[in-house]
Nanobody, 123 residues
Framework: QAQLVESGGGSVQAGGSLRLSCATT????????MAWFRQSPGKEREGVAL??????TNYAASVRGRFTISTDIGNNVYLQMNSLNVQDSGMYFC??????????????????WGQGTQVTVSS
């Protein structure tokens, strides 16, 4: 059974940066699409960024050009977030699909989830 554990969240002022990390266990190396989602109180969980096993990335329009998703040889996943604004606040979740390709940024396309890490951006 795969496990995902997020870290790196925190409080930052608007315009600042954070780097989120997702440590994974139980996944075969380079065999899974990985993604980051976020959820704010009262809102649906939304996809932020994804990366296929081949390294292809895609981003939600709201974060494109500011956020960067990446992985490393240890199957860990990262989300570099720059130029943060108040609307970026929320709980950020790491997710893994059962396939090397991604089914977009739809929640149903992902099988494994972490518990989340909180990001708070103040103005």
């Amino acid at each position: 059974q795969a496990q995902l554990v997020e870290s790196g969240g925190g409080s930052v002022q608007a315009g600042g940066s954070l780097r989120l990390s997702c440590a994974t266990t139980g996944l075969r190396y380079n065999q899974n699409c990985m993604a980051w989602f976020r959820q704010s109180p009262g809102k649906e969980r939304e996809g932020v960024a994804l990366i296929t096993a081949a390294g292809t990335t895609n981003y939600a329009a709201s974060v494109r050009g500011r956020f960067t998703i990446s992985t490393d040889i240890g199957n860990n996943v990262y989300l570099q977030m720059n130029s943060l604004n108040v609307q970026d606040s929320g709980m950020y979740f790491c997710a893994a699909a059962n396939t090397a390709w991604c089914h977009g940024l739809l929640r149903d396309g992902y099988t494994y989830w972490g518990q989340g890490t909180q990001v708070t951006v103040s103005s």
